[in-house]
């Protein structure tokens, strides 16, 4: 297994920018996911690394070594596609041997990497069918086995859960996990879904453009976000954003939204002009007394919590509540704003000032 | 079944479609049908009017095609030993003697390696030219496909003459080689774009999953490429085999004594003693042999070719 290093890695596609100078490192052993909606350069990236596309400029470093200008087919890696890319023509057996066939592994020992495999992966039964009949998910397992027989660096995963269904894609996500687990391999994994990128990665990166917006575990990325962008991609329903015009000098423990001298994690830089309160809708309460006013306009039942959608001065703001609290549409309230988790935004350049709760969290 | 259905076509229809398809069959039939009588019937049979449907069956056509024969006086005739073997004593039968053989087993033969080597060429090249053009990122891909599609814009025969120069002077000219050549210049176009299609709808996935396993381009090419473009590649040979096959401008043109092939000869054996219809025929019904039993072969990829890219998989 091997600890992948990228350092400004660059891809145009013609005239067209499609990765804009990516750095970042993934450990060994390490659950890492490419996180961003579609045409970010997450799959640009993945293939980098995979060596189906060469990086027009920038490095790829598996074990120290730069393999950025190699071949896929000498660099050691294994590859999980969306559409499974099995063979058509062969049976399970065949595929998952194809890789060792292809190092000239020995014949005995191919059988007994393929069998045991198989077993790993609960496909043992099925070897001799033709791929051309399984389900989704019986597919996808040959390919993790194709992937994992002949324990390569690493693996890259290209959105290996989105073409099955919603039920299945819950059971393969906790397997593909709980294999991980089990054989710490280096792991790639592209996905445009963020809950389940928060649920599988170890780390993420988050993409949008070509531009690694931030860059760090599930929990930072979550809770302290560098980005507009990441801050409203992350989240379902995602974190709310109250517009206001506004000065605080760096040191500052209050801001003042509109009138409403609002407490907040103490400011390390200075802030002025157009800014943007961040919360999150479950550090939003709904507060007689509180001074920020709303007007319920929705809610909605989860269950256990509910989703209150209130309009206010600033704009519409979410706050998941317990579902016990009560809520009807139509009534005036007060928004309580939990301190230390809010975050403050520059809204011209998008990005997250540094404050006393996530220093240390953003990098570059 | 007494609902309306919107997918099912109704029974007048589906009479309609059977009816129109018989006719159809019907006509395109009756030719073959024709020929292949013919070819069993003796010389007086062959142009009777009205034309018989009921004969009795004879090879004479068969025995004419492949022999030269004299027809000597009666009287010689009958001073002769008795015939030696049955090719012989059909031939006795409508007076005449065998001198030889005749040309068409090696006309024939120059036919096959033309035909199914131009097939066979096409096809290489083709598919090469179609994996590149349909993966890579070639220089000017557009212009070079309209160019080699462009060839097939006017009618091969209108550039007959700088061909024939061409060759006279190449040393081309009433070789095996040099119709290999033409008729793989001519079919080419039609290789390359009908394969394109067919590898473009092969998913590049397939390759770049070889490619991560260990194997090469050319190793991916050959082993998941390749199998997955069988289908393609037997429709595709099946249109240039026929082309090659049926081709008679360039072949009377370009062939003469050495390289010639069925086509041109065939109508040539007309001369000999008269107009000798059933030996025509047969050398037709053995000429259409080849094409029709690899068609059937390949039949099911033929179906294939024909209707694919019309229904998104």
């Known amino acids: ?364 | 079944m007494s609902a309306y259905s919107v997918t099912e076509p109704s029974k007048a229809s589906k009479w309609g479609a059977g009816i129109l398809v018989t006719l159809y069959t019907i006509i395109t039939l009756l030719p073959l049908v024709w020929i292949i009588s013919t070819s069993f019937k003796t010389g007086p049979d062959s142009i009777s009017y009205p034309p018989k449907v009921f004969f009795d069956p004879t090879v004479e056509g068969y025995v004419n095609l492949f022999t030269t024969r004299t027809r000597p006086a009666v009287s010689e005739l009958e001073t002769l030993p008795p015939p030696d073997g049955i090719m012989e004593e059909i031939a006795r039968r409508q007076g005449t003697i065998i001198t030889g053989p005749s040309r068409f087993g090696e006309r024939f033969l120059n036919s096959v390696i033309i035909g199914f080597g131009s097939t066979a060429l096409s096809i290489i090249l083709g598919t090469l030219a179609a994996y590149a053009f349909s993966r890579f990122k070639v220089p000017l891909k557009d212009d070079l496909l309209f160019f080699i599609l462009s060839t097939r814009m006017m009618p091969p025969i209108a550039v007959a003459i700088p061909i024939y120069l061409m060759y006279r002077e190449l040393g081309l000219s009433d070789t095996h080689l040099g119709m290999i050549l033409l008729y793989t210049g001519v079919n080419i176009s039609l290789a390359v774009w009908l394969l394109k299609g067919f590898i473009d709808e092969i998913p590049r996935e397939y390759e770049e999953a070889a490619l991560i396993d260990g194997y090469t381009r050319f190793q991916a090419f050959r082993k998941v490429v390749l199998p997955q473009a069988a289908t393609g590649i037997a429709s595709t040979a099946i249109f240039c085999l026929i082309f090659a096959w049926n081709e008679y401008a360039f072949a009377v043109l370009l062939t003469s004594g050495n390289a010639q092939t069925a086509p041109p000869f065939i109508p040539t054996i007309i001369g000999v003693g008269g107009q000798d219809w059933p030996a025509v025929a047969a050398g037709a019904t053995l000429f259409l042999l080849p094409v029709m039993i690899f068609t059937i072969l390949l039949r099911k990829h033929l179906l294939r070719g024909i209707t694919f890219g019309a229904v998104r998989k």
């Not at chain 1, 980005?227 to 379902?236: E, R, W």
């Not at chain 1, 309160?277 to 919590?305: C, F, K, M, Q």
């Open chain 1, 1 to 364: 297994m091997a600890e992948i290093v990228i350092r400004n890695l660059r891809k145009e596609f013609g005239a067209f920018t499609a990765v804009k100078g990516s750095s970042f490192t993934i450990k060994d052993g390490e659950f890492f996911m490419l996180l961003g909606p579609s045409g970010c350069g997450k799959t640009t990236t993945l293939r980098m690394i995979a060596g189906l596309e060469l990086p027009t400029s920038g490095e790829i470093l598996i074990d120290g070594e730069d393999v950025s200008q190699r071949p896929a087919s000498q660099r050691d890696i294994a590859m999980v596609f969306q559409m499974f890319a099995l063979y058509p023509h062969m049976n399970v057996r065949k595929n998952i041997a194809y890789p060792l066939v292809s190092q000239g592994v020995p014949k005995a020992q191919v059988a007994q990497k393929v069998a045991e495999v198989a077993k790993i992966l609960r496909i043992d039964h099925m070897l001799d069918s033709p791929v051309g009949g399984l389900s989704g998910g019986d597919r996808q397992r040959v390919a993790l086995g194709r992937a994992i027989v002949r324990n390569p660096k690493a693996f890259m995963m290209d959105e290996p859960l989105g073409a099955l269904d919603a039920e299945f894609r819950e059971i393969m996500a906790e397997e593909l996990r709980a294999l991980h687990d089990r054989m710490h391999a280096t792991t790639v994994y592209v996905t445009h879904d963020q809950l389940e990128a928060m649920q599988m990665g170890d780390k993420i990166v988050v993409m949008n453009h070509g531009v690694v917006e931030q860059f760090g575990t599930p929990q930072d990325i979550y809770d302290h976000p560098a980005t507009l962008f990441v801050a409203d991609f992350i989240g379902s329903p995602s974190m709310n954003f109250l517009r206001f015009e506004g000065t605080a000098a760096a040191g500052a423990e209050t801001i003042a939204l509109g009138d409403i001298p609002t407490p907040l994690p103490q400011l390390h830089e200075p802030a002025s002009g157009a800014l943007v309160l961040g919360v999150r809708p479950e550090h939003v309460a709904l507060s007689d007394t509180a001074p920020l006013r709303g007007r319920i306009e929705a809610v909605e039942y989860l269950g256990t919590t509910q989703i209150v959608t209130l309009s206010t001065p600033f704009g519409t703001v979410k706050s998941r509540t317990s579902s016990a609290l009560p809520a009807t549409a139509g009534a005036l309230t007060g928004l309580a704003l939990n301190a230390p988790r809010l975050a403050l935004f520059d809204a011209t350049s998008g990005r997250a000032l540094r404050t006393a709760a996530n220093a240390g969290v953003h990098h570059g």
